[in-house]
C-alpha cells in the first residue's frame, strides 16, 4: 500500500479526526504535516497582525500537543515554518505520497494556499481527499443545497432537530504501527513566529493551555467534575473567572476538539445526569457555531465585504482616533473599556462584552465594522473566521440578525456588571 499524508488545518486532532481515520484506514503508512504559515503572521489591510502572540502561543501549543499524540500510533508530525505549497512538495517525492488527506476549507485565504498547493504538486500525480470535518451536522447529512441556507437562525435550528443527526464518531485504528520514519523538523518557538515571550494576568478569564489532551481534560472537567454544563444558561453571560461559559471555544476554533466529541459527551451527560434548559444550550450554540458555516457557504466572502450578506449601505465611517480609542480602551463606556482592556491584555473576552463592544463600535461610533472584525481576527484566541465575521454581521446590521438591534451598553453594564466588580478588575487604577 501507498504512503499517505494527512495535511492539518484547523483539525489539529487525532480524536474523531476524518482526514487522520481514512488515511490510515487506506495506507499501510501515514505522515502528517502542519505549516505555520507566515501570512498567517503578516499584518493585515487594517494594520493589525491577522495573528497576534495569544492566538500563536495557544497554537504552538496545540502543535507540540498534536505531535507527542501521534508518535503514539508511530506517525511523524512534520511541522514547517514556511507556506504549504513551498514544503508539502518535497515530501510528496520523498515519502512516495499519493494521497493528500485534509479538512475542506471554504473562505477566501484558506482557498488560495489550497489552489496554490494543487499548483505546486500538479506533476507529482497526487490524489486530494477532502473532509468535512469541522461541523456538528456535516453537509453531507443534509437534506438541502448550500444555496437553500435559511436566512434565519430559528428557521434552520427547527430544520436541522427535525431532519439530521450528527455524523458518528470516527475512530482511528488502535493497532495502527508502520515503521519508524526519521523527522527532522521542530516546532517553531514564539520568538521565531516573531513574538517576544509574555506573560497573562493572572485573573484573566482563560488560563488553559492549547492542545487536545487540554482540551478532552476540560470537557471532562466541565461535565463530569463539577457539573457545570448543568447551569450553563444561567452562567454563558458572565464576565468573570473561569467557571462562566464552556471555555470550549479555543479548542474547537483550531479543531483540537470536534463539535461531534462534545455534542457525544452532552448526550451522554443527558442521559446518566441530567437533561434541562442548560444542556439544551449548549447544543443550541454548537447550532450557532454550525449555522455562521452555512451562511458562509451560502454568500461566500459576502461575509468580509462592508455590505455584509444583506448589501446594505450605511454611512460607515474610518476615524483612526475613534477606532484607536476603542482599541485601547479609552471611551466614554467604562463597560466597552473594560472588555477591549481584557482583550489586549489576554487575548480573551466573553461572549457578552463581544456583543457589546461590536455594537458600541458599529452603531455608537458608526466605525466600519471590518476594522472591528479584523481587531477581533488578530486578537482572540478562539478566532474562528466564520463565527467572527458571521457575528460582526450580525452586530453591524449587515447580516442575519432583522432586527438590526443596537446595545445600551449602560443598561447592559447594570444588567451584568451591577457592581461594577468586572469593570473595577479590568480598569484599576484609572478610574476606580
Known sequence: MSTGLVWFRNDLRVKDQESLALATNSHKNVIGVYCFDPRQFKLNKFGFKKT????????????EDLKSTLEKYTIPLFVYLGKPEDYIPKLLVVHKISHIYFQDEWTKEERVVEEALKEATKTNKVNFVKAYSQFLFSPNLMPFQFSETPKVFTVFRKWIEKEVQPRSLVIIKQNFEQKKIDNPTTIPSIKDLGFENFSTPV?????????????????????????????????????????????????????SISANTIYNQLKKYEQQVTKNESTYWLF?????????KYISLRYGDAIFKQKGIKNSVYNWQNNSELVEQWITGTTQSNF????MIELQQTGWMSNRGRQNVASYFAKNLQLDWRIGAAYFESLLIDYDVHSNYGNWCY???????????????????????????????WLQPKLF
Open 284 to 292: 443550541f450554540e454548537l447550532l450557532w457555531r454550525d449555522y455562521f
Open 336 to 339: 466597552v473599556n473594560a472588555n
Open 203 to 255: 485573573h484573566t478569564a482563560f488560563p488553559f493551555r492549547g492542545g487536545e489532551a487540554n482540551a478532552l481534560e476540560h470537557l471532562t472537567n466541565y461535565f463530569w467534575k463539577t457539573e457545570q454544563v448543568s447551569y450553563y444558561k444561567k452562567t454563558r453571560n458572565g464576565l468573570l473567572g473561569t467557571k462562566y461559559s464552556s471555555k470550549l471555544s479555543a479548542w474547537l476554533a483550531n479543531g
Open 395 to 425: 452586530v453591524a446590521g449587515v447580516g442575519n440578525d432583522p432586527r438590526d438591534r443596537t446595545f445600551n451598553v449602560d443598561l447592559q453594564a447594570k444588567r451584568y456588571d451591577p457592581n461594577a466588580k468586572y469593570q473595577k478588575l
Open 52 to 63: 497576534e502572540k495569544y492566538r500563536a502561543k495557544f497554537l504552538i501549543e496545540t502543535v
